[in-house]
């Protein structure tokens, strides 16, 4: 158990649907951040907060939005879904502001967009 | 923004043979360099890491290098064993910028094989 913990592990939804995907943070980190695995594909950054704030963007469709609560953890939520959003999600966290010891991740949510 | 790019794509190797993946970066300003091992269906866990400070880190049977000149660090596996077997990704950090996020690019990932 690496202390971050996302939920669901599994999810299976239509086209055009909405999704919200959980992230708490492992214990004393403030910084969450939001990775898409696709098939075959490697991590593709959307977007980080810390402490409550945005902190970075990376590729994140409009669609798709995030928040960071007071008690650190982090939702991320998928809009109009499309097929090819299907994929694993993952979030990670870290102590700081920046990533200077590396991430934690946590087990990732499979998303099936059908 | 940082690009990292990472070779090869897919190895296979012997039992106790040696495996090498490369990674370059684009950014000079990077100063951070870690690599993960991600098992199928598992999450991306954390093997090792190398500062910009440091030209090569060893652990056990694992060695990171670095080559800041060039802009490329590399991982090193000796003596594989099939447990080993994973899908590898090499990542940077830039350096500290006021102003500026840094959070880890990845490269696109080596799916080891070690055949037994």
């Known amino acids: 158990d690496s202390g971050v913990t996302q939920t669901p592990k599994h999810l299976i939804t239509a086209t055009g649907q909405r999704v919200t995907l959980r992230c708490s943070p492992r214990?004393?980190?403030?910084?969450v951040y939001w990775y898409q695995q696709s098939l075959d594909q490697g991590l593709q950054f959307l977007i980080q907060y810390y402490n409550g704030e945005e902190r970075a963007k990376g590729n994140i469709l409009e669609r798709f939005s995030a928040q960071q609560f007071p008690d650190l953890h982090s939702e991320l939520n998928l809009s109009s879904l499309e097929l090819g959003d299907s994929a694993l999600y993952f979030c990670a966290s870290s102590v700081g502001r920046d990533t200077n010891y590396g991430y934690t991740f946590g087990s990732g949510t499979r998303l099936t967009v059908v | 923004g940082e690009n990292v790019e990472q070779h090869p794509s897919t190895l296979s190797v012997q039992e106790g043979d040696s495996a090498v993946i490369k990674c370059t970066y684009s950014d000079s300003a990077s100063n951070y360099f870690p690599w993960y091992k991600q098992e199928l269906g598992k999450r991306p866990q954390l093997i090792i890491d190398i500062r910009s400070n440091v030209g090569e880190k060893k652990d056990q049977r694992i060695a990171v290098t670095l080559n800041k000149t060039a802009k490329h660090f590399s991982l090193h596996i000796t003596e594989t064993q099939p447990e080993d077997s994973a899908v590898y990704f090499c990542a940077a950090r830039i350096g500290s910028f006021s102003g500026s996020a840094r959070q880890l690019t990845f490269g696109s990932g080596t799916q080891l094989t070690v055949l037994p």
């Open positions: 214990s004393g980190d403030l910084s």
